[in-house]
């Protein structure tokens, strides 16, 4: 007879690729078309987006919010404008990141905002996206996620574009941290000219080809195994 630990030790072997016990970034340097074809690809839902961008000074034009469903405008917990700050180019601004069952609360330079609703703990997905114009950086550093460090995308010059994917956010709690940066030369960019984003999805990446072909070749040593016990 074929022993249950013989077959749960094929499909650890198998799934072991799959299941991951700490966060992993699976896609870096993504364009904008890179990560349009990326988001396609899921299978799932967007959740909300934490961004900073340098806004328009002077008019109370928000730069700091937390974005929701519907429509993932600046309506939620972001509050009609009164998210102004004055931008100092090249000087970082730190960030957190939390859920704690189903909030989501984001906070940065004086702002902070909760997203409470049952999606969030559905969350398990990142992505982290950086836009620049002419003669500007947009940049995270210092990514830390639940204790695992990780490497941000970074945006130069005229329609710069870059993206980093984070999958298998822990199902429990999370708290990531981190910072921003937006630096420029000559004029201030206005607007979403020059921004960063954190999208949160509830999301399944296709599987590569090779997780596939293991899995088949781990269901196809149960079959071999099975044939065997029952001939002994």
Same mark, same amino acid.
């Given at each position: 007879?074929?022993?249950?630990?013989?077959?749960?030790?094929?499909?650890?072997?198998?799934?072991?690729?799959?299941?991951?016990?700490?966060?992993?970034?699976?896609?870096?340097?993504?364009? /904008?078309?890179?990560?349009?074809?990326?988001?396609?690809?899921?299978?799932?839902? %967007?959740?909300?987006?934490?961004?900073?961008?340098?806004?328009?000074?002077?008019?109370? /034009?928000?730069?700091?919010?937390?974005?929701?469903?519907?429509?993932?405008?600046?309506?939620?917990?972001?509050?009609?404008?009164?998210?102004?700050?004055?931008?100092?180019? /090249?000087?970082?601004?730190?960030?957190?990141?939390?859920?704690?069952? /189903?909030?989501?609360?984001?906070?940065?330079?004086?702002?902070?905002? +909760?997203?409470?609703?049952?999606?969030?703990?559905?969350? #398990?997905?990142?992505?982290?996206?950086?836009?620049?114009?002419?003669?500007?950086?947009?940049?995270?550093?210092?990514?830390?996620?639940?204790?695992?460090?990780?490497?941000?995308?970074?945006?130069?010059? %005229?329609?710069?574009?870059?993206?980093?994917?984070?999958?298998?956010?822990?199902?429990? #709690?999370?708290?990531?941290?981190?910072?921003?940066?937006?630096?420029?030369?000559?004029?201030?960019?206005?607007?979403?000219?020059?921004?960063?984003?954190?999208?949160?999805?509830?999301?399944? $990446?296709?599987? %590569?080809?090779? +997780?596939? $072909?293991?899995?088949?070749? $781990?269901?196809?040593?149960?079959?071999?195994?099975?044939?065997?016990?029952?001939? $002994?």
């Amino acid at each position: 007879m074929l022993k249950r630990s013989s077959i749960g030790l094929v499909l650890a072997l198998a799934i072991g690729g799959v299941a991951h016990a700490a966060p992993i970034v699976t896609q870096t340097n993504l364009s /904008d078309s890179g990560y349009q074809s990326y988001v396609a690809s899921l299978s799932g839902t %967007e959740i909300a987006v934490a961004q900073a961008r340098i806004g328009r000074p002077g008019n109370r /034009d928000y730069e700091i919010g937390l974005h929701i469903p519907p429509n993932f405008t600046n309506d939620g917990p972001l509050a009609g404008g009164s998210t102004q700050r004055n931008w100092i180019s /090249d000087r970082p601004v730190s960030f957190t990141l939390s859920r704690t069952g /189903d909030d989501l609360t984001f906070t940065m330079g004086g702002y902070s905002a +909760t997203y409470t609703n049952d999606a969030v703990s559905e969350l #398990n997905l990142l992505v982290f996206r950086a836009a620049s114009t002419t003669n500007s950086t947009a940049a995270f550093s210092n990514l830390v996620l639940n204790g695992t460090p990780l490497g941000g995308p970074s945006a130069t010059g %005229e329609n710069g574009r870059n993206s980093t994917v984070v999958e298998g956010i822990d199902p429990a #709690n999370f708290t990531l941290t981190g910072r921003v940066t937006l630096s420029w030369t000559g004029t201030q960019p206005t607007g979403s000219s020059l921004a960063v984003q954190i999208k949160g999805f509830d999301a399944v $990446a296709v599987p %590569e080809p090779g +997780t596939l $072909a293991l899995f088949g070749t $781990a269901l196809l040593g149960i079959g071999l195994l099975r044939r065997r016990a029952g001939k $002994a």
